[in-house]
């Protein structure tokens, strides 16, 4: 058994204390949001953590009433002084697994040489850089991934920027929703993981995962796991969107991987029709069955809970996280040494 499979299969076990620990410093949260004149959130990561700062983005726009912007870290170190006007009446939140990537440091050290902008860290471990000069931390070590890919660290901070949004717009259904959803989390992987393989574990040379709204940022972050697990070619798209180009990188060597939702579901399982046409390999996900068009998937994934779309994308990251780990086995590929990389990056 791999490291990084160990950590997978514990992220449940990490959401229960995320969710947990979140809920006792909502007050805190709060406390720091009214005492400042926040009008906006700018969120900031590198990699993985730029894609979870798509989707908390969004959410933050969508749950908690405010104007978000997402930036990736090296382009704010790089260029501070060309979004500084983003940084008026705004808060910095930066997810970071270890909280000492260089680039996050470094651009929130640019930002505040002009202005006095307050900072949220919500990091891996206790004590970090990011912490420090942060002026509210928020510290998940039971989260932490010491594996060099990321995956239960990832689902965790996807939780706890989603709660933060939440508690901003005082979302009391998305936080029952997410409960409910960490529950269920270990049955569920249990259920679906030895299909998933299955499905995976074929000579495919790409992946496509389709997704929108608040999980097209998550979807992101499943690319870059397959990417950097199974050393695949995986790019993320909305899910209408891929027929606007993507559509030609759609062949019989794909793994698509999709989201699909109640709302214009016709336009969804047409689009499912259109992909299978073309030979890949598909799989759905969906909260319930009849979201799916099952003579136009070869696997459908169902969580079987009528949740809040952003609360998905809990029991939705761990298909790419599985087909990755199948897809790296299948290659003779160690998941804990991949070519190239490591834990994060320092400049």
Known sequence: MSLTYSEVKKQYEALQQTYDYMLSKREAIATFFASKNITSAIFAGCGSSYCLSQSA??????????????????????????????????????????????????????????????????????????????????????????????????????????????????????????????????????????????????????????ADGEL????????????????????????LDVRHGPMVTVRKDTLVIAVLTKDGNDYQQDLMKDIKARGAKVVAYAAEEKHIPSQYVDLAVVSGQALDVAAQGLPFIFIPQIAALAKAELLGIDPDQPDGLVSWVKL
């Open 57 to 210: 983005a969004l959410s933050m726009k969508i749950r908690g009433g405010l104007s978000a912007t997402a930036l990736a870290g090296g382009d704010l170190m790089l260029n501070a002084e060309r979004y500084q006007a983003l940084f008026r009446d705004a808060v910095l939140v930066a997810p970071s697994r270890s909280g000492s990537t260089s680039e996050v440091i470094h651009a929130a050290n640019a930002i505040r040489k002009n202005q006095d902008v307050p900072i949220i860290a919500i990091s891996c471990v206790a004590g970090s850089g990011l912490s420090k000069l942060s002026d509210l931390a928020l510290e998940l070590p039971w989260a932490f991934d010491h594996s060099v890919c990321q995956t239960r660290t990832v689902t965790n901070l996807y939780l706890a920027n989603l709660m933060l949004a939440a508690f901003v717009g005082q979302d009391e259904a998305l936080l029952q929703d997410l409960k409910q959803a960490i529950a269920l989390g270990d049955a569920y992987m249990e259920r679906v993981e030895a299909s998933i393989r299955e499905a995976a574990s074929f000579e495919w040379k790409s992946a496509v995962l389709l």
């Open 216 to 239: 097209q940022g998550l979807a992101g972050e499943g690319a870059i796991a397959l990417t950097e697990i199974a050393n695949a070619d995986a790019h993320a798209y909305h899910l």
